[in-house]
């Protein structure tokens, strides 16, 4: 079930949503939060050159940017963790994870599993389950279990598969989250 945001009519939210209002809305064009989405305060979801979709239990933090670069808008997928300072303005499939100030360039697109590390930059396509890091960037596919990035793919890997989706609990530290930003800020209704 989704519900018209009262504040932002072109803003509709799915069921759980957390949107501080601190956080920066723009349209005209139609943003569709999935269930579930957490967007933190001084965060921005902008749609004024097209529409933006965001699939359930993303998670943009503070000073994250999701930005339709044009009228093809931007799509992302479920479980996508984006971090602080992060800006994305290309498509991405589900459980991906966008580190500190990394960017997605207008018609990037990153498949599933996928890890952009701090900083980093993507102007093309990233296969599923690959990590790109490095300076200069360099994409390599994590497969060695007890590297980190490998450690990360493997719980991105569960939720594609729908593991966790089922096991409510390994989910609990966003609900904790939901319930901090709920108490602390002024969330949208």
Known sequence: MSVQCSTHPFLTLGTGCVVCTEATIEGPHPITLGAGCV?????????????????????????????????????????????????????MGRANIVECRAKLHPGSSIGNGCVVS?????DGTLDDETVLYGSPSLASSASHPSTPSARVLG?????????L????????????????????HRILH
């Open 118 to 122: 701090a900083g980093l930059e993507v």
């Open 155 to 163: 719980v991105c890997q569960r939720v594609k598969r729908g593991q």
């Open 165 to 184: 989706e089922s096991n409510l609990d390994e989910v609990r530290p966003k609900e904790i989250l939901r319930d901090m930003l709920s108490k602390t």
């Open 39 to 91: 967007v933190h305060p001084k965060a921005t979801i902008s749609a004024k050159h097209g529409p933006v979709k965001i699939g359930a239990n993303c998670v943009l933090e503070e000073w994250s940017r999701v930005v339709a670069p044009d009228g093809s808008g931007v799509s992302m997928g479920d479980f996508n963790l984006i971090r602080v300072g992060s800006q994305v303005e290309g498509s």
